[in-house]
């Protein structure tokens, strides 16, 4: 933070803790702006929200003194967060790679362009879904 000037009157603490919730669009309440300061020279800004400070914008770009990095190592640490993902996501007690990448499969292999939006099918755990005909069903929730 001491590198940008026109940020130091920003409070933003230190947090050591794991990523455990994403906030996204669904809670745009949290996200709402309620003060900003300008970043300079292209450099980052703040913006104060429910939730306190949150830094946007380039921070600088390490030295080739700095890069301590392996790619190999990235690379394992991405593919163990991808299996946490689809653990978390898809709720199966025994996932595996193959699985989740027939998941991705079916996802990419879906992707159209309508619109000028993407839609994309769902990465269902059993592909194709069995999806019976509830039109009597909706009728009776409809009707109450």
């Not at 590198?3 to 130091?8: G, M, P």
């Not at 669904?26 to 104060?48: I, M, S, T």
């Not at 990419?108 to 879904?129: N, Q, R, T």
Request: proline share 8%.
């Amino acid at each position: 933070m001491e590198r940008w000037f026109s940020l130091k009157d920003v409070n933003l603490p230190c947090i050591d803790a794991d990523i455990e919730l994403l906030i996204g669009s669904d809670a745009p309440k949290l996200l709402e702006p309620h003060e900003v300061q300008g970043g300079e020279n292209g450099g980052p800004y703040a913006v104060r929200t429910l939730l306190g400070w949150t830094i946007n914008g380039p921070l600088g770009r390490p030295s080739k003194s700095d890069r301590t990095s392996n790619p190999i190592q990235s690379l394992a640490v991405l593919d163990q967060q991808f299996v946490r993902f689809c653990e978390m996501e898809f709720n199966v007690s025994q996932f595996s790679i193959e699985k989740g990448l027939s998941q991705v499969a079916i996802v990419e292999g879906s992707a159209e362009l309508c619109g000028g939006h993407y839609e994309i099918a769902l990465p269902w755990k059993v592909f194709p879904p069995d999806l019976p005909n509830n039109k009597i069903v909706t009728e009776r929730r409809l009707g109450c």
